[in-house]
């Protein structure tokens, strides 16, 4: 299995410009995850999906920030308009129980 | 909300020297699960603990789970530079699949 795959690995854009991370997951993994690493805060969960459904975007710090998982093996993550204090690392994970898996990230840089 | 406290932020070990990385709850843990994080990667999955004093152990990494399922501390044996990287501990929220919660994590870093 290829494990969770993200992309882009790195994004450099503009302050206003439109974001949209990528995730694919485990296949046959029920359960997905976006997260976002910083130093200052670490490493924070922004929504999870189950069976594509969204159950919590709590953590989905405005509206700017959206997420969608229009089926079991694509999900995507888009900011827009960014702005620079979204610079961060943005994980994807999935899972079948409790044990998450992780992508290797998305180095996010907003200029 | 469940937070997670680790200790020490950052550590700098002599190569072959032991050491403890610690990480408290604010509330009962219902699983409590160890991650490494090499740098510019993602997070891998070291070992989960469920039940209250269980230990477990893979190669020279030992996690253990306090009796009151409050804390758990991971130790490492004879340190190598493979040992380099983030160590973040992650709790469940009572047992359903909604994601883990994670504390900030311990950069370690070895010493040749």
């Known amino acids: 299995d290829a494990g969770v795959i993200q992309s882009p690995r790195h994004e450099v854009t503009e302050m206003g410009q439109e974001v949209t991370l990528r995730c694919k997951p485990i296949s046959g993994h029920n359960s997905l995850f976006w997260y976002r690493q910083t130093m200052m805060r670490g490493l924070e969960l922004l929504i999870y999906?189950?069976?594509?459904?969204?159950?919590?975007d709590s953590g989905m710090p405005e509206d700017r920030f959206s997420a969608k998982m229009p089926n079991a093996s694509f999900s995507t993550l888009k900011i827009q308009p960014s702005e620079p204090r979204d610079s961060a690392v943005y994980f994807c994970?999935?899972?079948?129980?409790?044990?998450?898996?992780f992508g290797s990230g998305t180095q996010l840089s907003v200029l | 909300s469940q937070e997670l406290e680790q200790s020490p932020q950052s550590l700098i070990v002599q190569e072959g020297k032991n050491l403890t990385i610690n990480c408290t709850s604010s509330k009962t843990l219902y699983g409590l699960y160890w991650y490494k994080q090499k740098y510019g990667e993602g997070l891998i999955f070291l070992m989960m603990?469920?039940?209250?004093?269980e230990e477990k152990s893979h190669e020279k990494i030992t996690a253990k789970l306090d009796e009151k399922k409050q804390q758990s501390s991971l130790h490492i044996t004879a340190s190598q530079p493979s040992h380099a990287g983030i160590y973040l501990c992650?709790?469940?929220?009572?047992?359903?699949?909604?994601?883990?919660?994670f504390g900030k994590g311990t950069h370690l870093i070895i010493q040749p």
């Open positions: 994970a999935s899972s079948r129980g409790e044990k998450l898996f």
């Open positions: 992650g709790a469940a929220s009572g047992g359903g699949a909604d994601g883990l919660t």
């Open positions: 603990l469920q039940k209250g004093g």
């Open positions: 999906f189950n069976n594509n459904v969204p159950i919590d």
